[in-house]
């Protein structure tokens, strides 16, 4: 590794496309975030390292924009200074300042260990929480063994008054979809496997979108639902018969996501050229469930439509 092919490698994060670095980083990585900040924890794969970008991304509308200021190489290893210039969905300036140390097998990173302003980022999270009011009440009431479709009056301690909207969204959710919406942490490591997902189908590696997939998964298409047993959506074709080269102003969602099961909605993206042209506008629609080795996708429905 060199110092500028490593400047090559994290350029895409300044832009905060996550999947594009992601390329280069190992499924199995042994990640540390080091810290006692909501991202800091070890982590044992791609896609549960991948949620902390995603997390993120959820108070970054533009992601981290991480720009590399300083690298040191000396043989597979590498220290990598970053500074974050993104900012947060109330207006704060996460000026987060980042030094990750790397070992690389070839250039895929095989382990990490990375640094930041625990501060900085716990802060972030407080001025941006993730969780809408209804969940965050959620959350609160079920840690103190109330009943989910409670009609109490009075907010309890540390909980912030509903607004009438809010408390008749309340009352009304059925109390397997208030459980349902406590744990965020089903989100996360499901938009952890769509990242993955993304960054499998760009590098055109077939065999990780394969770990991704529950066969045979239905493919929703041309007015029926088929079972396929190989994914119906291959980047290597896209290449040769429409000059793919990559995907831009992704929008997408975790729509719902329960203990073993959730929905992935792609709003809209732009499939590109090399040259920046526009080829087709993609949206899709992805189910997913959980298996003993991880989120998987069993079902999936898109609709192209030409520049």
């Not at 924009?65 to 300083?70: A, D, G, K, M, T």
């Not at 640094?115 to 929480?129: C, G, H, I, T, W």
């Not at 055109?204 to 079972?227: C, F």
């Not at 997913?288 to 030409?306: E, H, M, Q, V, Y």
Request: charged share 20%; with cysteine; aromatic share 8%.
């Amino acid at each position: 590794m060199t110092p500028d092919r490593i400047r090559q490698i994290f350029k895409s994060l300044e832009t905060g496309d996550s999947a594009a670095f992601f390329a280069h980083v190992a499924d199995d990585v042994d990640w540390t975030v080091m810290g006692t900040h909501p991202l800091a924890g070890h982590y044992h794969s791609k896609a549960a390292y991948a949620g902390t970008f995603a997390k993120l991304g959820k108070v970054l509308p533009q992601g981290a924009q991480l720009h590399v200021e300083h690298v040191v190489v000396k043989d597979d290893e590498a220290v990598v200074e970053l500074r974050s210039l993104a900012t947060a969905t109330n207006g704060m300036r996460f000026d987060n300042r980042y030094c990750m140390v790397l070992a690389f097998d070839g250039e895929t990173i095989v382990r990490g260990r990375s640094y930041l302003d625990s501060a900085m980022v716990a802060r972030l999270f407080e001025e941006n929480p993730i969780a809408s009011q209804l969940t965050a009440t959620l959350k609160m009431r079920t840690a103190q063994r109330l009943p989910l479709n409670s009609t109490h009056a009075q907010p309890l301690k540390g909980e912030q008054p509903m607004n009438t909207n809010t408390a008749t969204e309340y009352r009304n959710l059925p109390p397997a979809a208030l459980t349902e919406s406590v744990d965020e942490r089903n989100r996360d490591e499901v938009l952890a496997t769509y990242t993955a997902y993304l960054t499998a189908f760009r590098a055109n590696d077939v065999s990780a979108i394969d770990r991704l997939v529950q066969y045979p998964p239905a493919y929703i298409g041309d007015g029926k639902t088929t079972l396929v047993d190989t994914f119906p959506i291959k980047p290597a074709d896209l290449m040769a018969a429409k000059q793919w080269h990559d995907t831009k102003d992704s929008s997408h969602e975790v729509v719902f996501a329960s203990a073993d099961k959730a929905h992935v909605i792609l709003r809209q993206a732009t499939r590109i050229r090399a040259d920046g042209s526009a080829i087709e506008t993609v949206s899709a629609f992805y189910a997913l469930t959980r298996t003993p080795s991880g989120w998987k996708f069993f079902a999936l429905s898109d609709i192209t439509i030409p520049a």
